[in-house]
């Protein structure tokens, strides 16, 4: 598909966001997906018309088809792009995840200066919140450090993962004061600015093509009106929910993806794969309680009691252990076709397990569900 008509199928009005995102999942993001995952190759111009067909808006007040908050449809839209490849489908993350600061930051001018941009992927971003998650779990230590100047704060450290990233793209920091190490701070970053360093980040088996680099901060200067959050306490306990809830998109398309894959065997292997523990069937099975379960929970994002955040880290887990078993049964059922180097089976299986790796891993996931059940 060319710039053209992918410029033509983002803008269709006579469809709504959802049919504009697998029209341009299908017709230009199926053909591309190998290259994506065999060569890294970053797929800016796909992210810009998934933003332009409305594919990162659903979650803005005022921006999305409903106007309203609504997750569930930023899922929905996730999922279709992760039916066809999960590395467009974690920039898709990503970039929501940027946008789900923004949407709730209390600073109004950061909000009114970006919001629009990062509804229609004019102005894209990162996450960055990697470390700074497993810093608040007890997993390991806050990356950056800053103190306090005129106009904002200077920052050291580094960040070995930010993914979605590019010359002047955002993403989100964390960080502690060097005169009051337990008062963390929240910003948007850019990349290039000030200060602010970035490299190709380690080779990786799936997913070169999310444009992870690592960040390094040498006396970056971030400005007060970058600040999301101060203290970061607060604005944490209100974002986590829905940010994790996000992930879940990339989960269910890679299962719908795997059973589609699964379904369109040749006859004759179909015909032996019937004697499988585990077919397209009952993984479709779980998939739809899935979806049910997570639909449920994407009506309220903004729920911010401990038993809601309990349940919305077990539907992430949920989706984590689903994603490998649908995987791994396109592998079994695929047979020796999957074992060939380039195979779409192989691609799913090894996205699979970024899904389960991916802050927050299964391990955090396990460790803060049994925190969460011990209260």
């Not at 209390?106 to 971003?125: H, K, P, T």
């Not at 899935?290 to 955040?309: C, N, Q, V």
């Amino acid at each position: 598909m060319s710039s053209q008509e992918l410029a033509a199928a983002a803008a269709h009005d006579a469809s709504s966001p959802l049919e504009r995102v697998r029209d341009i999942a299908v017709g230009a993001l199926r053909p591309r997906a190998p290259d994506i995952d065999r060569k890294g190759e970053y797929p800016v111009d796909i992210l810009r018309a998934l933003g332009a067909a409305g594919a990162f808006a659903q979650h803005h007040r005022g921006f999305g088809a409903t106007n309203e908050i609504d997750v569930g449809a930023a899922i929905d839209a996730m999922g279709v792009v992760a039916e066809e490849c999960l590395s467009t489908a974690f920039c898709v993350w990503c970039q929501d995840a940027f946008g789900w600061y923004v949407q709730n930051t209390d600073n109004e001018s950061l909000r009114a200066a970006l919001q629009a941009g990062a509804a229609s992927g004019a102005i894209l971003g990162g996450t960055g919140l990697s470390n700074p998650l497993k810093a608040l779990s007890g997993i390991e230590p806050l990356r950056l450090r800053g103190r306090r100047v005129a106009g904002g704060y200077r920052i050291d450290g580094a960040l070995p993962w930010v993914s979605n990233m590019g010359p002047g793209h955002y993403f989100g920091v964390a960080f502690a004061l060097e005169d009051d190490p337990g008062h963390l701070v929240m910003a948007l970053a850019r990349d290039g600015d000030e200060g602010i360093s970035s490299r190709q980040a380690t080779r990786f088996i799936a997913l070169d093509g999310t444009a992870t680099v690592a960040v390094g901060f040498r006396q970056a200067f971030i400005a007060d009106e970058r600040i999301l959050a101060d203290p970061v306490g607060p604005f944490a306990r209100k974002i986590r929910p829905g940010f994790i809830l996000l992930q879940t998109g990339m989960a269910l398309g890679l299962v719908r993806g795997s059973i589609a894959l699964m379904r369109n065997l040749p006859e004759n292997v179909l015909n032996v794969n019937r004697f499988l523990p585990v077919g397209p069937g009952e993984i479709e099975d779980r998939l739809f309680a899935a979806e049910r379960s997570i639909a449920e929970l994407a009506s309220t994002p903004l729920d911010e009691s401990r038993g809601f955040l309990k349940t919305v880290l077990e539907a992430r887990l949920e989706g984590s252990a689903l994603a490998l078993e649908a995987a791994q049964a396109g592998m079994l059922h695929a047979g020796a076709r999957a074992y060939v180097e380039g195979s779409a089976y192989s691609r799913r299986l090894r996205e699979s397990y970024f899904i389960a790796i991916v802050t927050p891993a299964t391990k955090h996931l396990e460790k803060d569900i049994a925190l969460l059940g011990s209260d």
